[in-house]
């Protein structure tokens, strides 16, 4: 079964600091992918990572991934208010067309 | 639409009541998803949909849970004689193709928040 975690569950950080959240997932898989979610709202795209060492950046926020370790990193550079959200990876199981399996999520609140 | 709407936002029902979500994707996509995410949890798959052809039902928690998308446009998640672990936040996806071919991204809506009492 593949299963996603997530580190930390929660995250409280000032503006203005860098931090990373970390994805670990538990079998073989070459897409990783990163959401963001407001309260109340939808899921919103933010990465999709497709191969071994795949780093992207967009603004304050960097992901990248490592499928040998299976490990996904999302790194914030000098944190915003706006920022302030739940973020998920999510894993694209090889072999299956079309299963996400997500993690738990990691809250984000930064603090002015 | 703009984007992927969902029906209705909110839905209280009495256990063992009968409910329907409905799914309006962004017009012409082809892919669409459903997943349930419980209180504090990443959302879970469901069942997927190409045009019409239900492609993926594992998900499906009980045979209580029906889905449909008849003409390859609009869904309906149908959730029979709901029990309270039903409870949770029903969210859409739709793409313009299949997203594991194309690496294109899944648009979700959203949401409808079941709470059954």
């Known amino acids: 079964e593949l299963k996603v975690e997530q580190n930390p569950l929660f995250l409280s950080m000032q503006e203005g600091k860098n931090y990373t959240i970390y994805c670990n997932y538990s079998t073989t898989s070459d897409r990783l992918y990163w959401y963001r979610q407001d309260p109340g709202k939808s899921l919103e795209s933010l990465f999709v990572?497709?191969?071994?060492?795949a780093v992207k950046q967009e603004g304050r926020l960097m992901a990248s991934l490592d499928t040998k370790a299976r490990l996904s990193t999302l790194h914030i550079t000098a944190a915003v208010h706006d920022l302030s959200a739940t973020y998920f990876c999510a894993v694209d199981r090889v072999g299956t067309a079309s299963k996400l399996t997500f993690g738990t999520g990691t809250r984000l609140q930064v603090t002015l | 639409g703009a984007g992927v709407s969902q029906s209705p936002r909110y839905k209280v029902a009495k256990r063992g009541q009968d409910v329907a979500l409905r799914c309006d994707p962004i017009?012409?996509?082809?892919?669409l998803f459903w997943y349930q995410q419980a209180l504090g949890q990443g959302p879970e798959f469901l069942t997927y949909?190409?045009?019409?052809?239900?492609?993926?039902k594992s998900g499906l928690p009980s045979d209580r849970f029906f889905a449909e998308r008849p003409e390859g446009s609009v869904s309906t998640l149908k959730i029979q004689r709901t029990q309270q672990e039903d409870s949770a936040v029903y969210l859409c996806a739709s793409s313009p193709s299949h997203p594991r071919l194309t690496n294109e991204k899944l648009f979700f809506g959203s949401g409808t928040q079941l709470s059954v009492l």
């Open positions: 017009s012409g996509h082809v892919s």
């Open positions: 949909f190409q045009n019409e052809a239900q492609l993926d």
């Open positions: 990572l497709l191969s071994n060492g």
